[in-house]
């Protein structure tokens, strides 16, 4: 049984996490709409294919990390979680849990071929997507909490 100090600590983690992840979901959205004008997006903007061609990669390139590094969180923790609270109250009861069985399922179930062409999106984006993210959430977390 976790006592009240535990408790609130991972109440807090929570909402952290749940706050950096909006902040992620901004910056995804300002580099969406960068790769809009590339010439690769602009062929298929506004055709049926369109999410379908762009998710592609977006996934395949989660599909090859995991594949790739099997010492992740993912594979050593988040697939086996089987309980997890609900902290905020605009979600139904057992929401974040069916969340993260769908997740789980999603990225056990599915890959991509190893020949596959990244057109939409690459891994050097998305690292440089990942290293300018943990920087702006870095410098907006240290002006909340007025962290030198």
């Given at each position: 049984m976790q006592?009240?100090?535990e408790?609130?600590?991972d109440e807090f983690s929570y909402y952290l996490g749940y706050?950096?992840?909006l902040v992620t979901d901004e910056e995804w959205l300002k580099?969406?709409?960068r790769k809009k004008k590339e010439k690769a997006y602009q062929e298929i903007l506004n055709t049926p294919e369109?999410?379908?061609l762009v998710k592609r990669d977006w996934y395949g390139l989660d599909f090859l990390y995991l594949k790739n590094r099997k010492d992740n969180i993912f594979w050593e923790e988040f697939q086996y979680i089987t309980d997890f609270p609900e902290y905020l109250d605009i979600f139904p009861n057992g929401q974040t849990l069916k969340q993260i069985r769908n997740i789980t399922k999603f990225y056990q179930s599915s890959t991509i071929p190893d020949d596959h062409n990244f057109i939409y999106l690459n891994s050097k984006e998305v690292d440089v997507f990942i290293e300018?993210?943990?920087q702006i959430v870095s410098k907006i977390l240290k002006e909340k909490l007025k962290v030198a």
């Open positions: 006592n009240e100090n408790s609130v600590t706050y950096i992840h580099l969406l709409e369109y999410s379908r300018d993210t943990v």
